[in-house]
C-alpha cells in the first residue's frame, strides 16, 4: 500500500473526527496528526483508536470542552496508546499482564482497556537538591516557590527564614483543624472551637486564660520561652500536664494556660500541634508540585489500580550495610540470594553508614572505601535477574564521605561507584534525606539516629514510657507533627538553611523510613505508615520488607552460622 501524504491524512481526520464522531479538532492538533501519521500505512485505524482514547478520557465531559480537541488532548492520548504498546512489549517482573492486550497497536481496540502497565516505570527518586522550595505565604494562603537560588552558604536572615517558614506552614495546618474551625457565622460561640491568640495580644489580659502556639525555645539560660512571628513570653512550666511527645528546644507546641499580671505565661497543659492527613492536604493543595517532578502521562485512577493489583511488588529496606565487614556482605548475599530464587523486589533500599567506622579522608582509606563497593557491585552482579530489573537505591550515613555533618547530606561521590553503576542497571545514589514517588505513594527515607538526640536534647519531659523500647511512639508523633525530620536547634544539628524544605514532612508521605540505630518496629499513625528497619549488623541482621500494594511491611531477618 502506498504510504499516504499529509493531504489524505488531513482529509482522514475530518472525515473521522468532524463528520463521523461530531468533534472540532484545532488546526494545530490536526497538523501534528499529519506530521504524526504521514507514513503510517493503516490511517484510519490509527485514527479512530485515538479518537475512542479520547471519548474514554473525556467521558462526561461532552460540553464545549469535550466536543473542542485541541492539541494537547490528542498528545495526552498518542503518548497513552506509545506508552501501553511499549509496555506490552517489555518483558519485567513488575508488569501487570492483561489478557485483552493484542499483539500490536493496530490490532488495538480502544472501547477496551489497553494498558499493560510496567509499574516500574513509575518510580522515581527524588534528590533533597533537586526539590523545588515551597513557601506558605500567609497573607495569600497558599504556596509559592522562591525564586532565590539555593546555596550552601547562608545569609544572615536565613536562620530565622526556616523558623518562620516552619511556623506559617504549621499554623495554617492548625487552623484547619476542625478543632480549631469557627463555626457558622450565624451562630458563633467561643467556646465552640479553640481560638489562637498570638502572643503579643496577651498585653493587657492579666489573668485570663488563652492558647497560644508558637516556638519553644531558650532566649535566657534556664528560662524556657515561647515564640511566635511577632513576640515571645516566658513560660512557666510548675504546673503543666503534657501530652505524648519529645519537646525540644525549637519545636513548636500549643500551650494553654493563664497569662499572670508577673507577664509570665504560667502553662495549664502543653502537646504538639495536631497532624493532618495526606489525604486533607492533597485536596487542599493537590495543585501543587512539591516534589518537582514531570507530570505523567497517565491518569492517577490507573496508577493506583495497577497498585492495588501487584501485589507481588515489595520494597526491601536494610540500614547500616556494612560493606567493610565481610561476614555482613555475605549476609546481605543470603538475602540476594533468597530473593533471587522467589519474587524479585521493585527495589533495594540500602542506607548507610556503608562503612563500621567513620572514614578517614586519606588515600588508604578512600581506596578500601571504593573496592568495598566493587566488591558489592561483583556480589549483586551475581544474581542478573536482580542486577538488570531492580531498583538499588543508596542513601548515605554519617560515616560515608564526603559530606561533612549538615544536612541534607549529598549522595556517595561517583568515584567510589563507578563498578556499581556499571554492573548494576538501576543503581541509583541520592541524597539524606530522599524521596521516592511510586505510582501514587511518596516514600521518605531518612538515615539518622534520632531517638538518642531528640532524648538527649528534651526541654520537657512528655507523657512518655520509661522504658526505651515504648518510645516508638513519642518518637513516630514528634516527627510526623513537626512536620519536620529533624526538629532541632542548628546548633546540635546544623541544616543547610536553604534546603530546610527538603526536611519537611509535608504534605504528610505514605511511607516514612526513619532508619535508627534503635530496635526494628512499624506501625501506622494518621495514615502514615512509619517503618525503622533497624542497623542490619546490630539487630541479629533484622530487616523490613514494605509492600504498597497492601501499604503494610513485614520484618525479616538472617539466619546465619557465624
Known sequence: MPIPNQKKVSRAVYLIFTKKYGLHIQ???????????????????????????????????????????????????????????????????????????????????LDEEVENIDVSQYLKVVDAFSMPSMQYDYHRKG??????????????????????DRFNLIRQRVLRNDSFLPPSLQIIDSDSYLKITPIKSLIGHDNEQFLLLGMLTQIEEGKVYLEDNDAHVELDLSRCKSTVGLFTDNCFILVEGIYGDDHIFHVDELGLPPPESRQKTTSVFGHIDFLGLPPLNIEESV??????????????????LWLDQPKILRAFRQVLEGYSRTIVPLAFILSGNFVSQPLM???????????SFNLLADTIAEFPNLASHSYFIFVP??????AGNTLPRPPVPDFFTARLRQKVKRAIFTSNPARIKYCTQEIVVFREDLLNRLRRNTLIQGDNPQDDRDLTKPLIRTIVDQAHLCPLPLSIRPIYCAYDHALRLYPMPDVLILADRCDNYSTNYEGCHCINPGSFPNSDLNWTTYYPAIRDSERWYVVTPW
Open 303 to 320: 496508577l493506583l489500580r495497577e497498585e492495588k493489583l501487584n501485589t507481588n511488588i515489595s520494597f526491601v529496606i536494610i540500614s547500616d
Open 143 to 164: 504556596f509559592v516557590q522562591s525564586s532565590a537560588k539555593p546555596s550552601l552558604l547562608s545569609s544572615s536572615d536565613a536562620k530565622g527564614d526556616i523558623y518562620r
Open 361 to 371: 579522608f586519606s588515600g588508604t582509606e578512600s581506596t578500601k572505601y571504593r573496592e
Open 397 to 402: 550515613g554519617a560515616n560515608d564521605p564526603w
Open 27 to 109: 488546526p494545530d492538533a490536526s497538523r501534528y496528526l499529519e506530521e504524526l501519521l504521514r507514513e503510517e500505512t493503516n490511517v484510519n485505524d490509527s485514527l479512530e483508536k485515538i479518537v475512542k482514547m479520547y471519548q474514554k478520557r473525556n467521558e462526561g465531559k461532552y460540553g464545549v470542552n469535550g466536543i473542542i480537541v485541541d492539541k494537547a488532548s490528542v498528545q495526552d492520548v498518542v503518548n497513552m496508546i506509545q506508552a501501553a504498546t511499549a509496555a506490552a512489549s517489555s518483558s519485567t517482573p513488575f508488569s501487570q499482564p492483561d489478557e485483552i492486550l493484542k499483539e500490536n497497536l493496530s490490532q488495538m481496540t
